[in-house]
């Protein structure tokens, strides 16, 4: 974060509410480092994108974007735990999509094989609200990096420019869209499948269930009202307390 000007200057609501980039766990996360670990569940090598395919994926998006500084949208953990250094904060919205829970995780970040977890993915929809993140531009080579190493890994995204709307005027921002080519984006779950991976999933990163409280608190510190998330929290909340007493 910038020491020359205030990132939080529009939201000093969220001063405190957002991981400092410098002490997320995602600013030096490599996928690589998952690969015993994933050998060890039986995934082939192929589990996640070659640093190859990823680094020509980030170009390629890249090569499209405005001039300047980059802008990211944020629906889910970006939000608090962007992990990359951003000089500004903005809450956005951005039209023709949707916050969804439709990321099933079973491979040990919120969830396991055994009891999967749950989180969001950007999918069609008529609209989202969350916040845009501002990379300046003498950094864009280094942050983008570690966004696409965390972003990318695996492929269950798609990364892809959008039109965003904040109150300080419109902007184009990058994003990642559920890419439902891939098998973890599972839209087809019902209900109470959502609230029973929310509930019970848990992995290196936190269960799932903190997963969407954090959420949640981060959309009520910006005044936004999202129906999904505060019904899937509170009927997992129940679950939990059900499962726990029997």
């Excluded at 951005?94 to 079973?106: H, N, P, S």
């Excluded at 904040?166 to 984006?185: C, M, Q, Y």
Aim: net charge negative; proline share 4%.
């Amino acid at each position: 974060m910038s020491a020359d000007k205030d990132p939080f200057a529009h939201h000093p609501e969220l001063r405190g509410k957002i991981i400092d980039p410098q002490h997320s766990f995602f600013r030096n996360f490599k996928p690589s480092d998952f690969d015993d670990r994933m050998k060890a569940l039986g995934l082939p090598p192929h589990w996640r994108l070659s640093d190859e395919e990823r680094e020509a994926m980030r170009r390629r998006v890249l090569a499209g974007r405005p001039d300047g500084e980059l802008w990211v949208f944020a629906y889910g953990s970006l939000m608090w735990d962007p992990g990359f250094d951003f000089v500004e904060v903005r809450k956005a919205h951005v039209g023709g999509y949707a916050r969804a829970f439709c990321l099933k995780d079973e491979l040990g970040a919120r969830g396991t094989r055994e009891a999967p977890g749950l989180m969001a993915a950007l999918d069609e929809g008529p609209g989202c609200t969350g916040l845009v993140f501002r990379i300046d531009s003498d950094r864009i080579e280094e942050e983008t990096a570690i966004l696409w190493r965390r972003e990318m890994a695996t492929g269950v995204y798609i990364a892809a420019f959008v039109d965003a709307v904040s109150d300080e005027g419109p902007l184009k921002a990058v994003t990642f869209v559920a890419n439902h080519d891939a098998s973890r984006i599972r839209s087809d779950l019902t209900h109470e499948e959502q609230v029973r991976y929310i509930a019970t999933g848990e992995g290196v990163l936190g269960s799932s269930l903190e997963y969407i409280e954090n959420l949640a608190d981060k959309l009520a510190a910006l005044d936004i009202d999202d129906a999904e998330v505060s019904g899937l929290l509170d009927a997992a909340r129940r679950y939990a307390v059900a499962r726990e007493h029997g």
